[in-house]
């Protein structure tokens, strides 16, 4: 009744890939989100006027399709600068890039859903402003901007399959190759979205549950 | 001492204190009476550096508060200052609300802070509430527990800005209670209020603002019982 040429190396094949999408996922929501922590806080910090550089920076990187980031960034880093370096490398820096533009956004909202007054009150007890930003408003702007932030880590994990342009062979590649073998489209599709289940199912999940676990207050 | 010498506030084209003289010595109990736009909050703003002024000076044990040179975060632990609005961190339960600034400011470890912390919330009666959520308290909970990390950072003067404005009618008796208490421990305070039985109860002297300036100030039989600024009769005759 159901017949499928699909082996177990096959699997694993696809397994790799997974785990390709993964890592490039993994590194670049991590330094993403470093940097995007960072930017975000510069731009709450001096106001739109004078980050005005900095949003336009960011824009570029939230409005040009991914696609053609990554074909561009890979043509001027090896053919303009002449650096030797691999498809995966461009891939975590651009996505990484694109991760930060839009957690920059992100952090810059959660900073300012923290009220003025809660700031006044920390500052008025003699703590520093690095006193004030981690212990007010890091954990209550975090509680703000996470489902957000979720969201936009599941994204650059379903965004990652464009990184194939710069030859990194992730879990859609995997996929795409062994629908080219074995003519199977739609079986392989559904393995493949399977996969990216597995993944993203857990993040979501974990998402969820620090939002249960801080809403006691 | 708070030393309080000729001092200009303006937000934009309005003045908001024009030209304030006052001394507070150590012990005495201020309050600061006056309608809504007369400077009166903003003078305490100015006496913890949260805003800065156009010019005079202010001193806090000799020290100018607006100079370029002052730690505003060490001078800061002096002063305590609690809001008409709570402003309990959200995150933090009522014992970690009031254990926070003792240990990062003044660096005291988990258990003397935690001890401390107790002993203030039983002080403002809140010594069955240490694990719970502010968000589980009233506002006048709230309220005490505001006083109470204040308190805990072992002030030599409190401000209190209108701490009773922001409650529901039956809940400011509590916190009213917490400010006789500290009245009557020999605190320091300024107390910005429109509470005038508890102005002329607690107060060793009352200060009238009117649009910016100190129209009357006086010890309170004398300022409630034969106020001689026209502006301050009709303004208690309004609130009476």
């Given at each position: 009744?159901?017949?499928?040429?699909?082996?177990?190396?096959?699997?694993?094949?696809?397994?790799?890939?997974?785990?390709m999408t993964l890592i490039v996922t993994a590194i670049s929501v991590f330094f993403g989100t470093i940097l995007g922590i960072i930017f975000g806080v510069i731009r709450y910090q001096i106001g739109p006027w004078w980050a005005a550089p900095l949003t336009f920076v960011l824009d570029i990187f939230r409005s040009i399709p991914l696609l053609i980031q990554l074909v561009l960034a890979n043509a001027f880093v090896t053919t303009v600068l002449g650096f030797r370096v691999s498809g995966f490398a461009v891939a975590c820096g651009v996505l990484s890039l694109y991760t930060a533009a839009y957690c920059a956004e992100i952090v810059r909202g959660g900073i300012e859903a923290v009220p003025q007054t809660l700031r006044r009150a920390a500052r008025s007890l003699g703590m520093t402003w690095g006193q004030d930003m981690t212990s007010i408003v890091l954990p209550l702007a975090t509680r703000v901007a996470l489902p957000s932030w979720i969201g936009l880590a599941l994204g650059v994990m379903k965004d990652s399959a464009l990184v194939y342009i710069v030859q990194v062979v992730e879990l859609l590649k995997s996929t795409q190759i062994l629908i080219t073998r074995l003519q199977e489209p739609l079986f392989l599709l559904m393995?493949?979205?399977?996969?990216?289940?597995?993944?993203?199912?857990?993040?979501?999940r974990f998402g969820s549950y620090l939002e249960k676990r801080w809403s006691n207050d | 001492m708070i030393e309080i010498e000729n001092v200009r506030k303006s937000f934009g084209p309005l003045e908001v204190l024009k030209g304030i003289n006052l001394t507070v010595a150590k012990g005495e109990v201020l309050t600061v009476i006056g309608g809504s736009g007369s400077g009166k909050s903003t003078l305490l703003t100015c006496i913890n550096g949260l805003e800065p002024i156009d010019s005079g000076r202010i001193l806090v044990d000799g020290i100018e508060v607006h100079a370029r040179t002052t730690d505003l975060n060490k001078l800061r632990q002096k002063i305590g200052i609690v809001f008409q609005q709570w402003n309990a961190f959200p995150h933090l339960t009522v014992l970690e609300n009031v254990m926070l600034a003792q240990v990062k400011v003044l660096k005291r470890s988990k258990a003397e802070a935690e001890a401390e912390a107790v002993r203030q919330l039983n002080h403002v009666g809140l010594g069955d509430k240490l694990k719970v959520y502010p968000s589980k308290?009233?506002?006048?909970?709230?309220q005490r527990m505001a006083i109470a990390r204040a308190l805990a950072m072992s002030p030599d003067y409190m401000l209190l800005d209108e701490v009773t404005s922001a409650l529901d009618p039956q809940l400011v008796g509590e916190v009213l209670d917490t400010l006789r208490m500290l009245a009557s421990e020999g605190m320091t305070m300024i107390c910005v209020t429109h509470e005038m039985k508890f102005a002329r109860e607690v107060s060793d002297r009352v200060a009238f603002f009117h649009k910016g300036v100190m129209a009357e100030i006086a010890p309170p039989e004398e300022l409630f019982g034969a106020?001689?600024?026209p502006e301050l009769q009709k303004f208690l005759a309004a609130t009476h």
């Open positions: 009744m159901f017949d499928t040429a699909l082996t177990t190396n096959d699997l694993i094949f696809l397994a790799k890939g997974a785990g393995i493949c979205g399977l996969f990216y289940f597995l993944i993203s199912f857990p993040i979501a | 308290l009233s506002g006048g909970q709230q106020p001689k600024d």
